[in-house]
């Protein structure tokens, strides 16, 4: 099948037409004009649960009396006071003129619908609205008057800035918007809601600015949205996993970030943000490898400085992936390279060690991974101290057993600790490094120009939702390389990069003269 990929396209695409044809279809109920009998229906969906809450009332009416109704709601997830005031207390205040036998009039809740299907205004109560029935009415009035629990707004402890703002998304997709439009006061700014998920029903929004914004890109990530077919969506890693191009790699081809001014800047560009409800953490698309060199901060600091961090950041990159595998290539297999005055430490260093070279730094590697994990699953407070103390003790105890020799956990040491320069592919430097320290082990510097070569050709083979992952080097787009590896003067970024597809070329159209004083 790999040689007929179109072929493959098409027969899983027929698989996926004949699950949908045999999966059973959902049944449809429509309300009665007995009271009762609407009650018994979704007390039938609803079960007994102590938060579902049942209201029966006896509405006044002008000419005929009253009228029995019922109330829906679910509890910890509506306004309780906004139900008072402005449903209950209006329906049963008796009316003055004729108009107040229209219940619809006496409500002073603006957001509301009606609906006739069971299953539908189910849904649309578990979602936090109110739901009124009437006897003699088969249709069911839906009052939007939710209020969830929503944690306050705090700054990312993953991406904290200096310079930059203090904010960042919460669970709510309702908070995150209005972040985005603090920031993008422009009607351009669009909103698209799909709802993933059989049973969990989890909303997605995606946000986009409409005049810049490649159509055929956002066309692609709608339609991989709306084919994922499950029976709940939990988190935003999930869902990149599902709509990504090549869910086996281990880059992440589709970005993330807890920043609303990052995620306003990467709207600028063209990108197309992916909220999900009940995860502070947006996505983004497409998502570049230069941009795990590059931060937020970068924009709000002069370009030499900005320049010299992200050139350092790319060595950290190196270092951290490639560190263990040089120094195990050097003392097994091309000790011609390594200087003379530094042999004889290391060979001493490496005489009391009880181990094979490739064991002791494949262990060396083990322990850090295992304080590393430690530090991140403990509380913030022990998490530290484990993470700095630990490792200093655990190194300093096993050098002076004999376990592991000095040099060794110092060429270790210094991979980790330059990882954490990269922290958004922290975990992709981590199987690198066992990657190229594998072929470097069983064949020296060849093996581990070899392994590197084959990375560098799987990481050019990649995109992101169609969008080339390793650009602007691979295809090359020279003019973004203004703002790759190094970052020029902001003036001098006129244009929105060529790496991200876009409508809208131009950024800046003017600025102030310097005076001839650059």
């Given at each position: 099948?790999?040689?007929?990929?179109?072929?493959?396209?098409?027969?899983?695409?027929?698989?996926?037409?004949?699950?949908?044809?045999?999966?059973?279809?959902?049944?449809?109920?429509?309300?009665?004009?007995?009271?009762?009998?609407?009650?018994?229906?979704?007390?039938?969906?609803?079960?007994?649960?102590?938060?579902?809450?049942?209201?029966?009332?006896?509405?006044?009416?002008?000419?005929?009396?009253?009228?029995?109704?019922?109330?829906?709601?679910?509890?910890?997830?509506?306004?309780?006071?906004?139900?008072?005031?402005?449903?209950?207390?209006?329906?049963?205040?008796?009316?003055?003129?004729?108009?107040?036998?229209?219940?619809?009039?006496?409500?002073?809740?603006?957001?509301?619908?009606?609906?006739?299907?069971?299953?539908?205004?189910?849904?649309?109560?578990?979602?936090?609205?109110?739901?009124?029935?009437?006897?003699?009415?088969?249709?069911?009035?839906?009052?939007?008057?939710?209020?969830?629990?929503?944690?306050?707004?705090?700054?990312?402890?993953?991406?904290?800035?200096?310079?930059?703002?203090?904010?960042?998304?919460?669970?709510?997709?309702?908070?995150?918007?209005?972040?985005?439009?603090?920031?993008?006061?422009?009607?351009?700014?669009?909103?698209?809601?799909?709802?993933?998920?059989?049973?969990?029903?989890?909303?997605?929004?995606?946000?986009?600015?409409?005049?810049?914004?490649?159509?055929?890109?956002?066309?692609?990530?709608?339609?991989?949205?709306?084919?994922?077919?499950?029976?709940?969506?939990?988190?935003?890693?999930?869902?990149?996993?599902?709509?990504?191009?090549?869910?086996?790699?281990?880059?992440?081809?589709?970005?993330?970030?807890?920043?609303?001014?990052?995620?306003?800047?990467?709207?600028?560009?063209?990108?197309?943000?992916?909220?999900?409800?009940?995860?502070?953490?947006?996505?983004?698309?497409?998502?570049?490898?230069?941009?795990?060199?590059?931060?937020?901060?970068?924009?709000?600091?002069?370009?030499?400085?900005?320049?010299?961090?992200?050139?350092?950041?790319?060595?950290?990159?190196?270092?951290?992936?490639?560190?263990?595998?040089?120094?195990?290539?050097?003392?097994?297999?091309?000790?011609?390279?390594?200087?003379?005055?530094?042999?004889?430490?290391?060979?001493?260093?490496?005489?009391?060690?009880?181990?094979?070279?490739?064991?002791?730094?494949?262990?060396?590697?083990?322990?850090?991974?295992?304080?590393?994990?430690?530090?991140?699953?403990?509380?913030?407070?022990?998490?530290?101290?484990?993470?700095?103390?630990?490792?200093?003790?655990?190194?300093?105890?096993?050098?002076?057993?004999?376990?592991?020799?000095?040099?060794?956990?110092?060429?270790?040491?210094?991979?980790?600790?330059?990882s954490f320069v990269i922290n958004p592919i922290a975990d992709v430097t981590a199987l690198l490094r066992v990657f190229f320290f594998a072929a470097s082990s069983l064949f020296g510097a060849y093996g581990l120009f070899v392994a590197m070569l084959g990375l560098l050709t799987h990481m050019v083979s990649l995109t992101s939702v169609g969008v080339p992952y390793m650009a602007p080097f691979a295809p090359v787009y020279f003019r973004d390389w203004e703002d790759a590896l190094i970052r020029l003067p902001l003036r001098w970024i006129k244009h929105r990069p060529r790496s991200v597809p876009h409508r809208r070329d131009e950024k800046i159209t003017a600025l102030p003269k310097t005076g001839g004083k650059e």
């Open positions: 099948m790999r040689g007929y990929p179109n072929v493959y396209r098409v027969l899983q695409r027929l698989k996926r037409n004949r699950n949908d044809q045999q999966k059973p279809a959902k049944p449809s109920i429509s309300f009665t004009i007995s009271l009762d009998e609407n009650k018994n229906i979704l007390k039938q969906q609803l079960g007994d649960s102590p938060d579902v809450m049942f209201r029966t009332m006896s509405i006044p009416m002008v000419n005929r009396g009253t009228q029995a109704a019922l109330l829906l709601s679910i509890d910890g997830i509506i306004d309780d006071e906004a139900i008072r005031e402005h449903v209950i207390e209006p329906l049963l205040k008796k009316p003055e003129d004729s108009q107040g036998n229209r219940l619809k009039e006496r409500i002073t809740i603006n957001e509301w619908k009606e609906e006739e299907n069971v299953y539908q205004a189910v849904e649309q109560v578990l979602k936090g609205n109110t739901l009124l029935l009437t006897e003699g009415s088969n249709k069911a009035l839906l009052i939007n008057a939710s209020k969830f629990e929503v944690r306050s707004i705090d700054e990312p402890q993953a991406e904290q800035a200096i310079r930059g703002a203090r904010d960042g998304f919460v669970e709510s997709t309702a908070v995150n918007i209005s972040l985005l439009r603090q920031r993008i006061s422009h009607p351009s700014l669009r909103f698209q809601t799909i709802v993933v998920g059989e049973i969990s029903r989890t909303t997605i929004t995606l946000a986009y600015m409409n005049d810049i914004v490649d159509t055929q890109l956002l066309n692609r990530v709608r339609e991989r949205i709306k084919e994922v077919k499950v029976d709940s969506l939990k988190s935003s890693g999930e869902l990149e996993q599902y709509i990504e191009d090549h869910p086996y790699t281990m880059f992440p081809t589709i970005g993330n970030t807890a920043r609303p001014d990052k995620a306003a800047a990467l709207l600028m560009e063209g990108r197309i943000l992916v909220l999900i409800n009940g995860t502070p953490i947006c996505l983004f698309i497409p998502h570049l490898f230069i941009e795990n060199m590059q931060n937020v901060e970068d924009y709000n600091s002069r370009p030499y400085y900005v320049s010299f961090i992200r050139l350092l950041r790319f060595l950290s990159f190196i270092i951290s992936t490639t560190f263990p595998a040089i120094y195990i290539a050097a003392l097994n297999f091309h000790k011609e390279t390594i200087p003379s005055d530094m042999i004889v430490p290391i060979v001493q260093a490496r005489e009391l060690v009880p181990f094979p070279l490739a064991m002791e730094v494949i262990l060396s590697i083990i322990m850090f991974e295992v304080v590393r994990e430690a530090g991140i699953r403990l509380p913030q407070q022990v998490g530290s101290a484990l993470s700095i103390v630990g490792a200093l003790i655990l190194g300093e105890v096993a050098v002076s057993a004999g376990l592991f020799g000095a040099p060794t956990v110092i060429v270790v040491s210094i991979a980790y600790i330059a």
